[in-house]
């Protein structure tokens, strides 16, 4: 069930289980719950460069958890303004706190958020459903 992800709301959230908060034309955007949990202990990032541009579909970080490597790919285009410095000494911050310290990137907007391919709340939680649902 999904009663059991934080999946907060006024994110929006990707079918690769990124979350996204925008504000104004800034982005920050992590791991969801969900993802974290999928991924298991995270033991190392590769953070992309502040001032780095990014296309949407742009491999963004590359995460490294026992289980597996992940590449996380941008959900919008734009340019890198921070980065989670914090990461580099203490990746589980994902798995500890996804929502909140375990935040990856700022992504300074290329044109404005297009919201159609992203769900919200209510939305993401019924697609985790459905994903537990069908194992």
Request: aromatic content about 8%; proline content about 4%.
């Amino acid at each position: 069930m999904s009663g059991e992800y934080q999946i907060p709301e006024g994110y929006y959230y990707t079918r690769d289980h990124i979350w996204l908060k925008p504000e104004d034309n800034v982005v920050t955007l992590g791991v969801t719950d969900y993802g974290q949990k999928k991924l298991r202990d995270v033991v190392h990032i590769e953070l992309p460069s502040i001032g780095q541009s990014i296309e949407e579909g742009e491999t963004l970080a590359v995460i490294e958890s026992i289980k597996a490597s992940v590449e996380i790919h941008s959900p919008v285009s734009g340019r890198i303004v921070e980065v989670n410095s914090k990461l580099i000494d203490n990746p589980e911050l994902i798995n500890e706190d996804p929502y909140g310290s375990g935040w990856i990137a700022k992504i300074e907007l290329a044109e404005e958020l297009k919201t159609e391919d992203l769900m919200e709340a209510d939305e993401y939680s019924k697609y985790i459903e459905d994903l537990e649902e069908s194992v």
